[in-house]
């Protein structure tokens, strides 16, 4: 079974630019799951989809958002770009939500210049 | 203070050592996360429990849910258990049908050989 998988790896952008990220769950995988892992404040919730519906959001600022598709792929955008954004964004799958065994792709390094 | 608390924060002992990293949170929770990162970024899940101890291999978990407190124990540790290993707990407010994940900061492990 083919892993989490994310595109693009790696991205440049400057500051008010916008930017969208994808993401892939395992096949059958309904939920996912999106973080921001930055050096001085570690990891941190984004937000959930499950079936097409954010279920869970995080302390983030609007210009975060994403959206589920009907195959259960997700898409993260963050609009007006600022250079803490800087990051490495993940997403993680797993079958029904929160409650179960995530399991992780291999994050989008976002540097915004 | 933050919910989730590790230490130590950087551990570096010799191949064959036995590790311990420790892991507090302040907030009620229904389960407990440990992950492993490696350099480049990898999110694995290591252990998903909510009570008592579980094994795999080298690796052992075990929770205490009166201390809310949670230890991760390497034995016969080798340099390829270096890594960033990181705790989540899966707090018990419950938003919109999902859970918040909440992270601590992360131990960096290294082992020389």
């Known amino acids: 079974k083919a892993g989490v998988t994310q595109t693009p790896r790696y991205l440049i952008k400057t500051r008010g630019q916008q930017v969208t990220l994808s993401c892939s769950p395992i096949?059958?995988?309904?939920?996912v799951s999106w973080y921001q892992q930055t050096p001085g404040q570690g990891l941190q919730f984004l937000f959930e989809?499950?079936?097409?519906?954010?279920?869970n959001k995080g302390n983030f600022p609007g210009r975060f958002s994403g959206r589920q598709f009907s195959n259960s792929r997700s898409e993260m955008n963050v609009s007006t770009l600022e250079l803490g954004d800087s990051a490495l964004y993940l997403c993680a799958s797993s079958s029904s939500s929160l409650r179960n065994e995530q399991f992780f792709g291999p994050g989008t390094r976002l540097t915004v210049l | 203070k933050n919910e989730v608390e590790q230490s130590p924060q950087n551990l570096t002992a010799q191949e064959g050592e036995f590790i311990t990293i420790n892991c507090s949170y302040s907030?009620?929770?229904?389960?407990l996360h440990w992950l492993q990162q490696h350099p480049g970024g990898g999110i694995v899940s290591l252990f998903m429990?909510?009570?008592g101890k579980k094994k795999h291999g080298r690796l052992i978990a075990t929770i205490n849910i009166q201390e809310k407190h949670s230890s991760l124990h390497i034995t016969a540790s080798h340099p390829r258990d270096s890594a960033v290993y990181i705790c989540a707990v899966r707090s018990l407010i419950i938003i919109q049908g999902a859970q918040k994940l909440v992270f601590g900061q992360g131990t960096r492990l290294t082992i020389n050989p």
């Open positions: 096949s059958g995988h309904r939920s």
């Open positions: 989809y499950f079936s097409e519906t954010q279920r």
């Open positions: 907030v009620g929770i229904s389960a």
């Open positions: 429990l909510s009570s």
